[in-house]
């Protein structure tokens, strides 16, 4: 089993900043590619983007290129994703999500996910 944390979310306003961070507990940390979603209010959750085990290796959804990092820390098992020029339509809850394989991460069905954070932005 892997326990995942995510933290840092909150209200922030349009055009600002956020960091969100994802502790992971319970198995070896590089053995899983790690991934961030998020879901809007009555839309479906979406990839946003996934590393893989070293964090050389990333891959984003088109729409968040640019504006969205993802990074993780093997020694403090930890992932991030840094959201810059925050929009409204960024509002969602943010889920970290970990998987041995990120092929599984890409297609959506990763093995743990963590319970999310909300962020709200407002205009």
């Known amino acids: 089993q892997v326990q995942l944390v995510e933290s840092g979310g909150g209200l922030v306003q349009a055009g600002g900043s956020l960091r969100l961070s994802c502790a992971a507990s319970g198995r070896t940390f590089s053995n899983y590619a790690m991934g961030w979603f998020r879901q809007a209010p009555g839309k479906e959750r979406e990839l946003l983007a996934v590393?893989?085990?070293?964090?050389?290796?990333?891959y984003y959804k088109d729409s968040v290129k640019g504006r969205f990092t993802i990074s993780r820390d093997n020694t403090r098992n930890t992932v991030g994703l840094q959201i810059d020029s925050l929009k409204p339509e960024d509002t969602a809850v943010y889920y970290c999500?970990?998987?041995?394989?990120?092929?599984?991460?890409?297609?959506?069905?990763?093995?743990?996910w963590g319970q999310g954070t909300q962020v709200t932005v407002s205009s």
């Open positions: 999500a970990a998987d041995p394989r990120s092929s599984r991460l890409r297609a959506g069905a990763p093995v743990y």
């Open positions: 590393v893989d085990w070293s964090g050389g290796i990333t």
